[in-house]
């Protein structure tokens, strides 16, 4: 029973980052129409420059956090500024753009830090439950972060707006909204999401280059069982996700560990094409 | 002049849809627009909205250019639009929709008064105020998208097909309305199926053919609807 809980726990706290990096992708996608892929490196990115943040500049682990959250930011409104919005209307090519994006800031980090794994030092000890105290404060920042999104999105002007153009985007911009400064303030949103996903994980495992392709699949696949503009659908999918990945890893096989997403996608969009909880 | 469109042209990709209008629409007046089906109508709206970028030609509104300008900066010139198929945001409460059309505003205790005022000027939408606004009927759904329409204070509102779709008794609610709206000082350029509404409250009518205006007249200068009915199915 307890290595029930123990693995359900574990599961809850990956699929708080797969939750994470998916909310931020399920935003962009469902109004700016971009399968951002970049988020991805964006996710290692910000991983890299807390890290170094943390090791070199020795600024606590929290404000690590907010800059790895900035940095994800930065770079979500750089790309959608000169790249996605240039090719607006234009699917195919965004798509490319962002998995460009996605292989580029995955060789640029390779080249600049090489592939070699860093450590991310500790910044809390001790642990509660057999839970450490670190792994907690994966799920409880996450849970924070959602609750944030979700009342910005409710509740600010820019929010209404963003899920205006989310409905019905011509109505919208005939009615005063920028879709320009709506799309900004997505990308934005979704960068530091994953920016934040990035921090949050790197003292829980290792930092390395290629470390931004497993949560960036796995959050696909969240965004697709969740349906797009959903805030419930992609919390509930994510950290689904995590605790099935975990409970097949200890109880079926780990050598199928990051497969049983995909068999688990494969067998909900056979009968649910929409998903769980939206469209697709 | 009021509006003034100079030998507009407009393509979707290669296809030309617009292909040299030239129109004066009067200020406070219901301006008729009629055409068949892909002769650009809606088109020629959503170019002057800001929604489409016309390749040549000018767009003049009281006097500043608005080619080239954003939908939100011609909306605050004045110059607002009721797209066709009954454009609301679903998923929001009727109020959410009106409080969208005073987005480019900042006094929220004036937006709050015509919020107020739109329910009472609309006593279906104060009835419903809470409600989501899929759950309105046809027609309920048309007054909530003609008062968002209102909210945003415009001098010259360019309407889509507001009858789409509704029963005939309330068309002759629309017809009502947008009569009411004009006698109150607003400017209306009107895309309409319906002849027989379009004619009945029109003060000018534009026929739209192949891109271009075929002619123009005013609406009581047509013998009729048959007549009418004749050149605007391209008869």
Known sequence: MDTLLLQIGNGLII????????????????????????????????????????????????LALVLGMCVGSFMAFIFERFLYRRWRGAGRVQLLCAIALFFLWTNVVNALWTAKAKMFPAYLKGSMFG??????????????????????????????????????????????????????????????????????????????????????????????????????GVLI???????????????????????????????????????????? | MFLSIRDLYVNYGKFEVLKGVSMEIEEGKISLLLGANGSGKSTLLKTISGLNRPLSGSIWFQETRLNGMASYDILRLGVAQILEGRRIFPHMTVVENLELGAYSRRNKREIAREIEAMCERFPI????????????????????????ALMTKAKLLLMDEPSQGLSPLLVNEVADTITG???????????????????????????????????????????????????????
């Not at chain 1, 934005?188 to 470390?211: C, D, K, R």
């Not at chain 2, 606004?133 to 968002?148: D, M, W």
């Not at chain 2, 739209?208 to 007249?217: H, M, P, Q, S, V």
């Open chain 1, 237 to 280: 999918c994510g950290l689904g996700l995590g605790v099935l990945e975990t409970l097949g890893a200890g109880y079926l096989s780990s050598a199928y560990q990051h497969g049983y997403a995909f068999v688990i996608l494969i067998i909900v969009l056979t009968f649910l094409p929409k998903g769980l909880f939206g469209k697709v």
């Open chain 1, 131 to 232: 839970f450490s105290y670190m792994r907690i404060a994966v799920v409880v920042v996450a849970a924070i972060l959602f609750v944030l999104v979700y009342l910005f999105i409710m509740k600010t002007k820019i929010g209404k707006a963003i899920r205006a153009a989310s409905q019905e985007s011509e109505a919208a911009q005939v009615l005063g909204i920028n879709i320009n400064t709506v799309n900004s303030v997505v990308f934005m949103l979704g960068g530091a999401l994953s920016g934040a996903a990035g921090v949050l994980v790197s003292p829980l495992y290792a930092i390395f280059p290629t470390m931004g392709d497993l949560p960036l699949l796995k959050a696909l696949v969240v965004v697709i069982l969740g349906g797009f503009g959903t805030v419930g």
């Open chain 2, 125 to 148: 939408l104060g009835k419903k105020r809470k409600e989501q606004s899929s759950n309105l009927s046809g027609g309920e759904q048309q007054t909530l998208v003609i008062a968002l």
């Open chain 1, 15 to 62: 699929g708080s980052i797969y939750a994470l990096v998916a909310l931020g992708i399920n935003v962009i996608w469902s109004i700016a129409d971009v399968p951002d892929f970049s988020q991805g490196a964006i996710f290692v990115v910000s991983a890299y420059i807390s890290y170094f943040a943390v090791t070199l500049a020795k600024i606590p682990y929290v």
């Open chain 2, 181 to 235: 709206l004009n006698k109150d000082g607003l400017s209306i350029v009107l895309v309409e199926h319906n002849l027989r509404l379009g004619l009945s409250i029109a003060d000018q009518v534009y026929v739209l053919e192949n891109g271009k205006i075929a002619f123009d007249a005013s609406s009581k200068d047509l013998s009729g609807v048959e007549y009418a009915q004749k050149i605007y199915l391209g008869g």
